[in-house]
């Protein structure tokens, strides 16, 4: 396939990350752009890994003896001024 010519303007920190690895590989510009392309992309592409959410379980049983009325867990959780 044959490479495709563009131009880029480049953030001042893009442009001195790949200066120094051009310098530090010993790669044209060509070269180290499109690997920085490679590998960033490449990453992009890859689902992120999240650790699961967990909601810690608590029991309100010595607190509440009946869930189903709403106005007395609103009263014990927020006060009787919520009334």
């Known amino acids: 396939m044959a490479g495709t010519r563009t131009t880029l303007t480049l953030e001042p920190d ?3 990350a790949l200066e120094r690895l051009r310098r530090k ?11 920085a392309l490679r590998l960033g992309l490449d990453h ?5 890994k999240r650790k ?8 309100l049983e010595p607190i509440v003896s009946n869930v189903d009325d709403i ?13």
């Open 25 to 35: 590989e010993d790669l044209t510009l060509k070269e180290a752009v499109n690997r």
């Open 52 to 59: 699961a959410f967990r909601t810690r379980s608590v029991s």
């Open 71 to 83: 106005a007395e867990l609103t009263a014990l959780g927020e006060g009787e001024a919520f009334r």
């Open 14 to 16: 893009v442009a001195e």
């Open 44 to 48: 992009l592409d890859r689902p992120v």
